[in-house]
């Protein structure tokens, strides 16, 4: 039973270019959430997404940032002319349903160094 | 938004008992807590709702005080694989999850 598997786990991208960041729930999960963490610093939330729904985008930056989870296929973060400041660890999460009770299970995380 | 933990680091010998504290200025629907050990994704440890407190490990354990709104960890005997950076994370109305400041547990031999 495969957890939430992310890809790629380490992308270098110098600044301008894009970054496209994958992620696959644990089987059985509709729900993904995105988040990010500086170095020494905690987990921020980014969005929450149901399949081909963003349920909740308010921690996102409100441009260059996208999300999307399509009927088939992985969750993606997109990050559009990165900068210096995007390099972090994006770890996602997935959850059975949502409410009170329900865990978030992490993936493995992307590392993204901006050069 | 943030819950608050406290302390910020903490530094144990082997055996030795401690506790971390999630405080938040909101209400609280859940309180979870995760470990994360360094370039690693956390690991889910318990969850506690509203009303109630579960245990997830033997020797770790945690409480929910609703109208304290504050949530606390408790390591008994720590062992060496207990170190890492702990993380509260609250659910509030809506969909947000907010993830506490984290607290740095080191264990020494």
């Given at each position: 039973n495969a957890g939430v598997m992310q890809n790629p786990r380490h992308l270098v991208r110098r600044r301008g270019q894009e970054?496209?960041?994958?992620?696959?729930?644990?089987?059985?999960?509709?729900?993904?959430?995105?988040?990010?963490?500086?170095?020494?610093?905690?987990?921020?939330?980014?969005?929450?997404?149901?399949?081909?729904?963003?349920?909740?985008?308010?921690?996102?930056?409100?441009?260059?940032?996208?999300?999307?989870?399509?009927?088939?296929?992985?969750?993606?973060l997109r990050i559009q002319q990165v900068v210096r400041g995007d390099s972090a660890a994006y770890f996602c999460a997935s959850s059975r349903g949502q409410g009170?009770?329900?865990?978030?299970?992490?993936?493995?995380?992307?590392?993204l160094l901006v050069l | 938004q943030q819950p608050?933990?406290?302390?910020?680091?903490?530094?144990?010998?082997?055996?030795?008992?401690?506790?971390?504290?999630?405080?938040?200025s909101k209400a609280l629907y859940s309180v979870h807590w995760y470990r994360q050990k360094h370039g690693e994704a956390p690991v889910f440890l318990m969850i506690l709702?509203?009303?109630?407190?579960?245990?997830?490990?033997?020797?770790?354990?945690?409480?929910?005080?609703?109208?304290?709104?504050?949530?606390s960890l408790y390591l008994t005997a720590s062992q060496l694989s207990y170190s890492g950076t702990y993380f509260c994370g609250t659910e509030k109305s809506g969909n947000q999850f907010y993830f506490g400041t984290g607290t740095s547990l080191t264990v020494i031999p």
């Open positions: 970054a496209r960041l994958r992620c696959s729930p644990m089987k059985g999960h509709s729900h993904v959430y995105w988040y990010r963490q500086l170095p020494e610093e905690g987990l921020k939330f980014m969005v929450y997404l149901q399949k081909e729904n963003i349920i909740d985008e308010s921690g996102m930056p409100k441009e260059r940032f996208s999300a999307e989870f399509p009927k088939e296929g992985p969750s993606i009170a009770g329900e865990t978030q299970y992490f993936g493995p995380g992307t590392r | 608050v933990q406290s302390p910020q680091a903490v530094i144990l010998r082997e055996g030795e008992d401690a506790v971390i504290n999630c405080s938040s709702l509203k009303g109630g407190e579960q245990k997830g490990h033997e020797k770790i354990s945690a409480s929910f005080n609703e109208k304290k709104q504050q949530s």
